[in-house]
């Protein structure tokens, strides 16, 4: 049995992807059955292929009892089994079972009762290379508890409850090459572990409650290839927590706590090639975070719900980078013209999909000469300054059918593609993003506060701020400043800064303008405002809902925007059913489909609103008969707020168009493409209220939410057939956490 090298490797990283090659099974289990020896009843015994950690392939004699509910090793197993598999059974001890088995090379304990790596004897097995431990009860590795497996070069001992480990715990595996200590709970990473460790190449190690990494922390894995700290609570990296880590190649953060690029502690990662910042809390992106970072070649910044800018100079000098994704930041609405800078030219392709970005500056395009292909979709594009986005007609736009104008009104919701090079669309006024800051702000005194007016356009527009006595701010120093970005910034507010802000732009092509009320100190406090709901539409078979919140004195009646909600629900009721159902903040109105003819239902809305009571208002409704058609009903409560309310709408209504827009765009991976009904933006969006759906709906809200919170999986290597170097693992395409 001459090895020989094969290209695919077998990932056994997770369960499921570790079924073998069914043809080729058949033709060993022919082949080699009668030369295995006792059977254990209900287990398979059987050659099959097995993959060293390098892709070394090898034909093993197996024997596998997975899901048995085997409380003990099996009896009399074959001298010679060189895997033996007893994944998902109840086995809590191991005690010298296996001493014959002189050959063993893979175990697999994973997903058993073991509560202490002591009940586990395994000094016998020097020959064993893989060991799955994964999802058990272990809470403590002590020193040198594993030192006689002086052959392993797999350790998976992830998924476990594993609070503390011994700085000699790993003693005797120099040639372990992969690490998985992931989803435990170890508070600190310890370097002296490592120290044991000298031929580690792959650590995953994140999922743990680690709020902080020290400077040398992993210092003596100076053959680490790949290290994961994803889902940790890291806020912050120390300059030189990588020393020594002098091959590391990829490097994931995913979902942690940190609120700048750590830049420092990059910077001598030399041959860093995959960069993970994906779900971490980073406002900006400023000039020279990825500087000089000759290998890298992919780089992702998606899913961060803080980032806003993207700062001139943030890329620069990254001569290998081939992939720039920046999705799914629902905030993201300003990238600079000078984002990249010096010797990017490598860069083939650049996903911006779900950001809010109306435009891409078509410097940009101009900076990244090798750009073959870009991602659009699910941004508030504006389908003016056509010739701002004359450098996209050479590329391939990804999902174009999803890639839609949102302005200006006369072709929004049309086909982003479509609309290019008219000409009658050249002109680029300013336009302010609508989300900029809130039309009211209540602020206490000695408070410090930033506005900024995103704003798009080209030439790229000039900010002006002018105050409540009609002064326009122009200093950059004193308590009420502009910035050099063009923000307003007020320090220490005291009661006479009350009044409207209003945040002035203008360029060749014309102006916009947009203005806040800043409240200190209570002043001109709001009323409590009231909710209402109306019918809008009444059928035998659905019931269309509309609500506001009012806020009046007097003549004067105010809406308040439904950004000061922070949460709402609806809730159907009638003897035979009821239902409850988390409502998106952002829409106004609901479509209560599929309900019975001729039956009354009660329906109530409660909503809360940012620091005041809760409120609820509710509805009695019968639906039609079902012979009747469509009738539009239209019944406010109050009749005098209704001619309030009809001036209301139309302002309301665009409002909620963008607005709806908003939350999809943060529900949105990245890759996912847009849904019909997202394709004409001048028609509201219902949200069908369906009973036996509700449930459904909140899973797929709930789902949507886990997977974002799931352990991230390792993305195997799939078409590329590669032919590591013995002694090395191919860490080409595997080990980037996907999103
Ligand atoms: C294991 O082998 C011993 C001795 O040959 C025998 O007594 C015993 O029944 C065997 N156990 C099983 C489960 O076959
Ligand atoms: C273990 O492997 C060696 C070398 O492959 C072989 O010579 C020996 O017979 C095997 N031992 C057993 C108990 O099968
Ligand atoms: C297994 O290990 C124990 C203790 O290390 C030793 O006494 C015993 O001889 C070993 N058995 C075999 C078959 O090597
Ligand atoms: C970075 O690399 C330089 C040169 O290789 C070295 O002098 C310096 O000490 C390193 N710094 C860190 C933090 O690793
Ligand atoms: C401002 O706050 C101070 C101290 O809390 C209070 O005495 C004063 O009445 C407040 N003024 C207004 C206008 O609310
Ligand atoms: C409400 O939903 C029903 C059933 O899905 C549909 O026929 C009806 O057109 C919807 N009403 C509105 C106003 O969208
Ligand atoms: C709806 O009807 C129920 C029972 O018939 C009644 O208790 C409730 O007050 C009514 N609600 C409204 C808002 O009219």
């Not at 700062?311 to 000078?338: R, S």
């Amino acid at each position: 049995m001459s090895p020989h090298l094969l290209g695919v490797r077998m990932d056994g990283a997770t369960h499921q992807t570790r079924p073998c090659l069914p043809l080729m099974l058949i033709l060993f289990q022919l082949t080699f059955f009668q030369s295995m020896g006792f059977c254990p009843p209900q287990c398979v015994c059987e050659t099959r292929p097995w993959f060293t950690p390098q892709s070394v392939y090898h034909e093993a004699k197996t024997v596998d009892c997975n899901d048995l509910l085997l409380t003990r090793i099996p009896e009399n197993l074959s001298v010679d089994t060189q895997v033996l598999l007893l994944q998902s059974n109840k086995i809590s001890q191991l005690g010298w079972e296996l001493q014959e088995l002189t050959n063993l090379t893979e175990l697999d304990l994973s997903q058993n009762h073991f509560q202490s790596i002591e009940d586990l004897s395994v000094s016998n097995l020097s020959r064993l290379i893989t060991l799955y431990l994964e999802e058990n009860q272990l809470t403590e590795l002590p020193d040198y508890c594993l030192k006689d497996l002086e052959n392993l070069e797999e350790l998976y001992i992830n998924h476990n409850q594993i609070n503390l480990i011994g700085p000699r715990a790993f003693s005797g595996l120099g040639k372990l090459l992969r690490l998985h200590l992931n989803a435990n709970r170890l508070s600190i990473i310890d370097p002296r572990w490592f120290q044991d460790l000298p031929n580690l190449e792959i650590l995953m190690i994140g999922e743990n409650p680690v709020t902080s990494l020290q400077n040398l922390n992993f210092q003596p894995l100076g053959r680490l290839h790949s290290l994961v700290l994803a889902g940790m609570e890291l806020e912050y990296i120390p300059e030189n927590a990588f020393f020594g880590l002098d091959y590391l190649e990829s490097l994931s953060f995913f979902d942690n706590r940190l609120t700048e690029v750590p830049k420092e502690a990059l910077k001598n990662l030399s041959l860093l090639k995959f960069l993970d910042l994906n779900k971490n809390p980073i406002s900006r992106i400023r000039s020279g975070d990825f500087k000089d970072m000759l290998h890298l070649e992919e780089l992702s910044l998606n899913s961060m719900e803080d980032l806003e800018r993207i700062d001139a100079g943030a890329f620069k000098n990254l001569p290998e980078l081939v992939k720039l994704e920046i999705c799914n930041n629902p905030w993201l609405t300003y990238l600079d013209p000078d984002s990249f800078v010096t010797n990017v030219g490598s860069l083939k392709t650049i996903l911006l999909n779900n950001n809010r970005l109306p435009m891409v500056p078509q410097k940009v395009f101009k900076s990244l000469p090798g750009l073959t292909e870009i991602s659009l979709y699910s941004n508030p594009l504006r389908c003016d300054c056509q010739n701002n986005w004359k450098g996209l007609s050479s590329l391939r736009l990804i999902e174009a059918q999803a890639t839609l104008c949102t302005s200006p009104p006369l072709v929004s919701g049309h086909l982003f593609q479509e609309i290019q090079g008219q000409a009658w669309l050249n002109r680029c006024p300013p336009l302010i993003d609508t989300h900029s800051f809130p039309a009211q702000l209540h602020l206490s005194k000695h408070q410090l506060v930033t506005l900024t007016c995103h704003a798009s356009g080209n030439p790229k527009p000039e900010i002006y701020w002018v105050t409540p006595h009609g002064e326009r701010v122009t200093g950059s120093s004193g308590r009420v400043r502009i910035r050099p970005e063009g923000s307003l910034q007020i320090m220490d507010t005291l009661e006479e800064d009350s009044g409207s802000y209003m945040c002035q732009i203008w360029n060749s092509d014309g102006t916009d303008s947009k203005s806040v009320v800043i409240h200190v100190n209570g002043t001109q406090e709001q009323e409590v405002g009231s909710l209402m709901m109306v019918t809008k539409r009444v059928h035998s078979s659905f019931v269309v809902v509309e609500w506001k919140i009012l806020v009046g004195s007097g003549s004067s009646t105010n809406v308040l925007a439904p950004a000061q909600w922070s949460s709402a629900t609806m809730r159907i009721h009638n003897p035979h059913i009821s239902y409850t159902a988390k409502v998106p903040l952002e829409i106004q109105e609901y479509n209560l489909t599929h309900l019975q003819p001729s039956t009354k239902y009660e329906v109530c809305l409660t909503v809360s609103v940012l620091s005041r009571p809760s409120q609820q208002s509710c509805l009695n409704v019968t639906t039609k008969e079902p012979s009747f058609s469509i009738t539009v009903a239209g019944k406010p409560v109050s009749i005098a707020l209704s001619a309030a309310l009809a001036s209301l709408i139309a302002g309301l209504c665009m409002a909620a168009i963008i607005i709806y827009a908003g939350y999809h765009l943060r529900h949105k991976s990245c890759g996912h493409s847009l849904k019909k009904y997202m394709q004409r933006a001048s028609f509201i969006p219902l949200n069908e209220f369906y009973p036996p759906l509700i449930n459904l709906w909140e899973a797929e809200v709930e789902k949507e939410k886990e997977s974002s919170l799931e352990q991230p999986t390792l993305i195997p290597p799939q078409e590329e057939k590669t032919f590591p170097t013995v002694g090395q693992i191919d860490t080409s395409k595997t080990y980037m956490w996907q999103p």
